[in-house]
């Protein structure tokens, strides 16, 4: 039997797993147009096909003829997508698919380095490698912002707004390593999500990978150990312990570590659950009114605030390219100001 542009919808949605109630509110339609959309009892809008590309990342030729073009990437959940906004979504499939226009174009004006080699080693010890590899001590705190635009080749990193239980997720392709923070997120959080997919876009093999709610996921375990380590080893903690002169942990210690270290409070209270230093009822006490805590005893509020106000911005490699592909008359000036304003540097196109 053939295979229709309904059923091709509706395979869609399936893979992405979402609902058809989703795709309603996407394309502000009633979820019965939705169904008969599916079963080929109404037209496809060129509208709503373009937004539809979008989300699902696939070519026009795709939904209307069934010609699939295999380079296509998209984004993979592990868990369920039914609270997720389909237009963040959407949003991020368009950044990715800038970038990838932007990489294809300055192919051939680009050095590529290496990037350090993959390795089979314990998470902490990984960890451990990517710091010596950046100059970085074991006990000193790290930027990790900084360090990871300036020491990872080709990295952007995207601050979008979008649900709570949405962290981030990350994805490589075209020799381009692109990572999605949640902009509402407080800085402590946005520096472990960061350092999270760290370890997805060194070690692990599937093209995007995000961080909703992930308890019983071996490999987001795993990159949760590594970003642990990563802004933050046991031993770093241990030697804290001795030069403060810590026999047991308060709150007046948690404060000041996580403040040290620039771990969120969560994190930092579950690392030293992880290794007996507080109970799980300490843990409770500990908990509540972190930033009234926090300025109580006389700490800036950055870290548990986001990293900035903007809803949704863009770091790194994305205005490079931008900026390259122009100057090498690879692209018009309205192609450029399209692309600026896609990576939300309205100010550039309109000052």
């Not at 070690?203 to 490999?219: G, L, R, T, V």
């Not at 030697?239 to 969120?264: C, G, H, K, P, R």
């Not at 900035?308 to 100057?327: F, P, Q, R």
Request: charged share 30%.
């Amino acid at each position: 039997m053939t295979e229709t542009i309904g059923d091709r919808l509706k395979l869609l949605r399936k893979s992405h797993h979402f609902t058809q109630k989703q795709i309603a509110k996407y394309l502000d339609f009633q979820q019965g147009q939705i169904a008969k959309l599916e079963n080929n009892q109404r037209k496809l809008k060129v509208s709503s096909l373009e937004k539809l590309c979008q989300l699902y990342n696939c070519d026009e030729e795709y939904i209307t003829s069934g010609i699939k073009d295999e380079t296509k990437h998209n984004i993979a959940f592990r868990s369920n997508v039914e609270n997720l906004n389909l237009d963040t979504i959407a949003n991020m499939n368009k950044i990715i698919r800038n970038i990838e226009f932007l990489a294809d174009k300055t192919e051939s004006l680009t050095n590529n380095n290496e990037e350090f080699d993959e390795d089979y080693l314990e998470l902490y010890e990984k960890a451990a490698i990517c710091r010596k590899l950046w100059k970085i001590d074991e006990y000193t705190p790290i930027d990790i912002f900084r360090v990871v635009l300036e020491k990872i080749n080709n990295v952007t990193i995207c601050f979008f707004e979008t649900e709570d239980n949405l962290s981030g997720s990350s994805i490589k392709t075209k020799n381009q390593n692109i990572i999605f923070i949640n902009s509402r997120h407080p800085l402590g959080r946005q520096r472990f999500t960061l350092a999270h997919e760290i370890y997805h876009l060194k070690y692990d093999d599937e093209f995007i990978n995000c961080d909703i709610d992930h308890k019983n996921d071996e490999i987001e375990k795993k990159a949760d150990i590594f970003a642990s380590s990563l802004l933050m080893s046991n031993g770093a903690l241990y030697n804290f312990e001795i030069e403060n002169n810590i026999t047991e942990w308060t709150l007046d210690d948690v404060i000041q570590a996580e403040q040290y270290f620039q771990i969120s409070h969560r994190a930092m209270l579950r690392r030293l659950k992880t290794l007996g230093k507080i109970s799980e009822r300490t843990a409770e006490e500990f908990s509540p009114d972190i930033m009234y805590n926090a300025e109580l005893r006389g700490y800036d509020l950055k870290l548990y605030q986001p990293y900035s106000e903007d809803k949704n911005m863009i770091l790194g490699n994305y205005i490079k390219l931008v900026n390259k592909t122009y100057e090498n008359d690879l692209i018009s000036e309205s192609k450029m100001n399209e692309l600026l304003i896609d990576g939300f540097y309205d100010n550039l196109v309109y000052n």
